[in-house]
DNA sequence: TGACAATAGTCGTTGAAACGTACATTTCGC
DNA sequence: GCGAAATGTACGTTTCAACGACTATTGTCA
């Protein structure tokens, strides 16, 4: 098989080595998916690091997370989370309380409507997903998986 | 193996779906390797983004090419190409002129000193890339670029 | 031919990312 | 305990991304 993105980019040169191609196929796949939950998510006002922050925030099941903690987790690295709350604390998704015993810690938890928010999204981006990662038999999911996890060993 | 991404995000809580575990390890290692990127092309004053533009236009050897060409050859979904090419052509990298025939387009054509900006780069991006990716056997890194070209399919 | 659609690029504006830095608070070492 | 370092968050500023709307030019076809 010839490489497909070559094609894709309409390049007449083959990439400089395996591993450009390796990776410019990483980085166009994921812009690719990316826009698409993007596109997705939209309409209910979020974008995708803001519903990945809901996520984290669901995921401590009632336990309330610092910056720092929800930074650590954040799948796509972003700075000034401060303001990145901000937004979503706008839409009502999520509270903020200063700690008592260490007042330089702000803690952020998930609102009821933020639970509402992400119980309406859930279904529509899995089925979403599903159907696009679906085309990859199972086998081939656990494969790549597998091997992306290598890859930021 | 347990998931890798489950440790590295803290997470108690599996996926919801092996569909959502290759997407997010998907978009996790593109920002990482891109990041990576970026840190490595920034003393040059160029964002990846730029980087590509520049491979675009040597890749022409010597023929300019239309906004509409380059956007359609870009990794990453890009709007407003002109003023991504303003940004270029303000460092002196590109050269721009509107054509002759069709008033309507503007052509772009890497200069010297675009070229030997890349010639400088390329050498160190090739490294580091054989160092990131390299990890992976040959192998592994043709079934990488055969799952994502799937994907895209 | 002359109205209308399509195409190529540009620009205004809003909001967000990037980066460094600053501030408040706590902890540590002596 | 007192100064210095570390920690957690916030903010100023510059640049960039996103989205629409707009202009200019060319193509279409009745």
Redesign the pocket.
Known sequence: MVGRLIAELKQTKPFRSRADEAYLNLVRTADLLKHDV?GFL?PFGL?P?QYNVLRILRGAGGAPK???EISERLVT????V????D?IERQGLLD?ERSA???????SRITAKGLDLLATIDQGIDAHQARRLGRLGSERLTQLIDILEDLRA
């Open positions: 993007a939209k974008t690091t610092t910056c720092g690295a972003e700075p000034d401060t303001r990145l709350l937004r903020r015993s260490d007042r330089r810690v702000v803690r």
